[in-house]
């Protein structure tokens, strides 16, 4: 399941966090509308775990680890809805595991390995990651269509785009009308925010939202601390950096434009 | 605990051994020691050694999908339309809903729930055959008249109006107009200026702008 789920995630080498002896663990509550408990070989490590939370980061040495997701209060374990192996490959790794629905609407847990390589200066690393009981989607940034198409159940993709608010939205395969979203995505200065698409689109269309995780959020700083977005700044489309974007997603395989205003 | 009540009762079977009690001894010896044996199984199994206290948890609340809005209001210009939420066609243009009475939200823009950037709304000055929409009368918009726009949500947004401007559509400041940065603000826009009969276009764009005060 380790290598197998590297190959998926399609990154060409781990990168190397700091503790050398241990990977950095993440699980993260993608399912709308239930609280859990969460169990790792037998033991309660989450309890109350609520929809939108993330847990962690927890050191986790290489291995075999034997999840188990709860209702909340729930002890019988073999009731569990959610009873699988996940493996940490090695170690210096650093790993999202999600509890989320797959396609056909069944809770299940998903690693993905987060890129903690380094993001250029001015840049931030926006992570989609298709969570969601529902079929392929494209996904959608300021209304331009991007480099990650089709999109199963299941995986995902990184790009390193400037500082600024992004409106981001998936849509149906093939389709340019939105099915989650749009929803504003912060990308700040060397923090990855990853996207989760969650909840069952066809079951029950009011749990389809976003929920996002951020990862490398400057210790002790409020929201932005970075103060490249205050009003004024030079964020998102404004002068001369609406060549520098489009030049750089394109680059990325996303497409991106300028609008103009229609004419009549 | 199981330990501790079977001493006991070894000691009292020996204070009066008979050939049954005997038997009855070694059957709970061997009770005896095969609880021990599964102490000794669960003693071995590791602990993960984490202390669920210390696992920071975070919930990213701020993270919440775009409340479009559902109609825009514009009293001393008789503005009362519905407004629904459109993107770009494949030339990079606003798409503008058909109906003059319909107004469009760009919706890879600010939501009037945003704490920053520009909420685009856009509608048709006229159109061939329905005539003249209720944005033409935005040319007269004067500064400090009240807006108000109402969300998904029911909530009501409301903005004073701080400028008018007329400005040929290849000069338009796309990237002002559109910004996701600064404070929030409304910026309301339209056709004007000369017709072109055989384009079926017209050379100008107004724009209303206008900043949110609650």
Known sequence: ?264 | MATALAATSLLLLGACASADANETAAAVIEDVESHVEQAEVGADRQSLGISPIDIPIARDVDSVLALAPTRVVFPSLGIDMEVTDVGVDSDNLLIIPESIYTAGWYRAGSAPASDRGATVISAHVDMPIQGVGPFAALRDAEIGAEVTVRDAAGESHVYRVISVERIPKAEVPVDRVFTRAGQPHLVLITCGGSFDVNAQSYSDNYIVTAEKVS
């Open chain 1, 1 to 264: 399941m380790g290598v197998a789920a590297l190959a998926t995630v399609g990154l060409a080498a781990p990168a190397v966090a700091d503790n050398h002896d241990t990977s950095d663990i993440y699980v993260v509550h993608g399912i709308p509308g239930r609280t859990v408990d969460v169990y790792v070989d037998g033991e309660r490590l989450l309890q109350n775990f609520e929809p939108r939370d993330v847990a962690g980061p927890v050191e986790l040495p290489a291995g075999d680890y034997q999840i188990q997701v709860v209702a909340a209060g729930e002890t019988d374990l073999s009731a569990a809805a959610i009873d699988e192996v996940e493996t940490v490959p090695a170690a210096g790794l650093s790993i999202s595991i999600v509890a989320h629905l797959d396609a056909d609407g069944t809770p299940v847990l998903t690693p993905f390995v987060n890129d903690t390589s380094e993001i250029a200066e001015g840049e931030g690393r926006l992570s989609v990651r298709h969570t969601a009981a529902a079929p392929a989607v494209d996904v959608f940034l300021d209304d331009a269509l991007t480099g990650f198409q089709g999109v199963e159940n299941g995986g995902d993709g990184d790009v390193d785009v400037p500082v600024g608010t992004y409106s981001a939205f998936v849509a149906a395969a093939g389709s340019d009308e939105p099915a989650i979203g749009p929803a504003d995505v912060e990308i700040r200065n060397g923090v990855n925010t990853i996207v989760y698409a969650v909840g069952d689109l066809s079951a029950d269309p009011s749990t389809a939202t976003f929920y996002i995780q951020t990862i490398g959020e400057p210790a002790g700083s409020p929201a932005g601390g970075a103060g490249l977005v205050a009003e004024g700044a030079n964020s998102g489309l404004i002068g001369g950096a609406a060549a520098l974007l489009i030049a750089l997603l394109a680059g990325a395989g996303i497409i991106a434009r300028r609008t103009v205003v229609a004419s009549k």
